[in-house]
């Protein structure tokens, strides 16, 4: 099976711009969560997506948005880029099957934006 | 805040057996125990997970304490390849709702050395 994708790999913006990154996962996984990995801060939780509907939301301002399609591809935006945003964008899927579930997320290879 | 604590950083010698402590003394019942590590700049790679009894797969074992408390990751053999930060994370199982979030601390950096 193939694993999470995510495009582009490697992306130069400047101040002032948009940018949508996009993510695939794996065949048959229902829910797609998005995380930001700066070295000062870290890795952090963005947005959850399960169904085209955003179930989880991260402490992250309403310039970073997304939307999940109906094969469960999401896409992510960041509007009026900054400088601070410029790090590594990681895209996760699960099965998210219902029930007990302890749905492991696996990782794609990132984005990574760089903001001039 | 994670809810976690590991070691910033720990050196194993190549085919010696890396021991990676975590602690979670607040863990909750219904949390379970995930590893992953991520190599340089690549995305984070699942390992393993346990919630009471001790796991292992092609990759790892996974040894929680009978109090939940702390827990050991195993790589039984270390390789060069093994070189990488690695995360514990406690998360709460779900029935079927929203998955939650993986609360990433900073993580172990293992060094294998030749």
């Known amino acids: 099976k193939a694993g999470v994708t995510q495009t582009p790999r490697y992306l130069i913006k400047t101040r002032g711009q948009q940018v949508t990154l996009s993510c695939s996962p794996i065949?048959?996984?229902?829910?797609v969560s998005w995380y930001q990995q700066t070295p000062g801060q870290g890795l952090q939780f963005l947005f959850e997506?399960?169904?085209?509907?955003?179930?989880n939301k991260g402490n992250f301002p309403g310039r970073f948005s997304g939307r999940q399609f109906s094969n469960s591809r999401s896409e992510m935006n960041v509007s009026t880029l900054e400088l601070g945003d410029s790090a590594l964008y990681l895209c996760?899927?699960?099965?998210?099957?219902?029930?007990?579930?302890?749905?492991?997320?696996?990782f794609g290879p990132g984005t990574r934006l760089t903001v001039l | 805040d994670a809810k976690t604590t590991q070691p910033p950083s720990m050196d194993c010698a190549e085919g010696r057996a890396a021991n990676l402590p975590c602690n979670h003394s607040?863990?909750?019942?219904?949390?379970?125990v995930y590893w992953y590590r991520q190599i340089h700049s690549q995305g984070p790679q699942y390992i393993i997970h346990?919630?009471?009894n001790n796991e292992t797969n092609e990759m790892a074992s996974l040894i929680i304490t009978e109090d939940r408390k702390s827990s050991t990751l195993i790589l039984p053999h270390a390789t060069l390849r093994d070189t990488a930060v690695y995360y514990c994370?406690?998360?709460?199982?779900?029935?079927?709702?929203?998955?939650?979030?993986?609360?990433f601390g900073k993580g172990t950096k293992l060094s294998v050395k030749p």
């Open positions: 994370i406690v998360r709460v199982g779900n029935y079927g709702g929203s998955q939650g979030n993986l609360i």
């Open positions: 065949s048959g996984h229902r829910s």
């Open positions: 997506y399960f169904s085209e509907t955003q179930r």
């Open positions: 607040t863990i909750s019942g219904n949390e379970y």
């Open positions: 996760a899927s699960s099965l998210s099957s219902g029930g007990l579930s302890t749905d492991t997320q696996y």
């Open positions: 346990g919630l009471k």
